[in-house]
């Protein structure tokens, strides 16, 4: 866990592949224990320290995680992760290449929770959830693709789901059609960048979290960046 932005009200970190942002039945230590140790240390705070999750990253998945500080500060990020408001860039790295550079990703998804894993419709079916992407493909290496992807919708798995059914399967992720694992068993999904209003201050906060520590990763970033300045 690294600490990419805290003020009063909220705190920002970059979640390792991996760890897990709340408590599950594994009973590992989460992401949201971790920083209430952290902020209980670094302010001496005595008794139970408030930590609150308006949004959630799967555990195989790295990258940016808001939280708040505040009972008032999470009341209103909940709302903005609600309705949109807050800017959600994620990479994907995929053996496939889009046909397209960029496009809309439109579908209906199906949560099956028995199975954890949803599946995209072209049409609604009974109990899915409209799900809504852009992408754009950001640089190529000799396998594989890193495509940048901005969520419009926040459904369960939706980014992997959809992008395996366009026929680009994140790198890694057997569960939607990957043929083979990561080592570190994460997947090639990093949360980039959010950008939205400071819920207290009002004041814009942009954030972006560095890749992973692999080389892939690492190359694909240095290109991105270099592209950017071109």
């Not at 919708?153 to 366009?166: D, E, K, V, Y």
């Amino acid at each position: 866990m690294k600490v990419l932005y805290e003020d009063n009200h909220i705190i920002i970190v970059n979640k390792a592949a991996g760890e897990i942002v709340q408590g599950d039945k594994t009973g590992d230590a989460s992401l949201c224990d971790t920083l209430k140790e952290y902020l209980k240390e670094k302010y001496n705070k005595p008794g139970n320290v408030f930590v609150g999750l308006p949004h959630r990253l799967d555990r195989p998945v790295s990258g940016v995680v808001v939280f708040a500080k505040t009972s008032k500060a999470l009341e209103r990020l909940n709302e903005m992760f609600r309705i949109g408001a807050v800017k959600k860039i994620y990479w994907a790295i995929s053996r496939e290449c889009p046909a397209q550079p960029s496009a809309e990703l439109s579908g209906w998804i199906l949560r099956n929770e028995a199975r954890n894993k949803s599946f995209v419709y072209p049409k609604e079916v009974k109990g899915s959830k409209q799900a809504l992407l852009n992408y754009r493909t950001l640089a190529q290496s000799d396998n594989y693709t890193l495509i940048e992807v901005e969520l419009k919708t926040g459904r369960h798995h939706q980014i992997r789901c959809q992008l395996a059914a366009m026929g680009c399967p994140i790198k890694g992720d057997l569960k939607y059609g990957a043929k083979r694992s990561n080592p570190d068993g994460s997947i090639s999904l990093h949360a980039r960048y959010v950008e939205f209003i400071h819920p207290v201050s009002k004041s814009l906060i942009s954030i972006t979290a560095p890749v992973p520590g692999d080389r892939l990763w690492q190359s694909f970033e240095k290109e991105a960046k270099d592209s950017e300045h071109l």
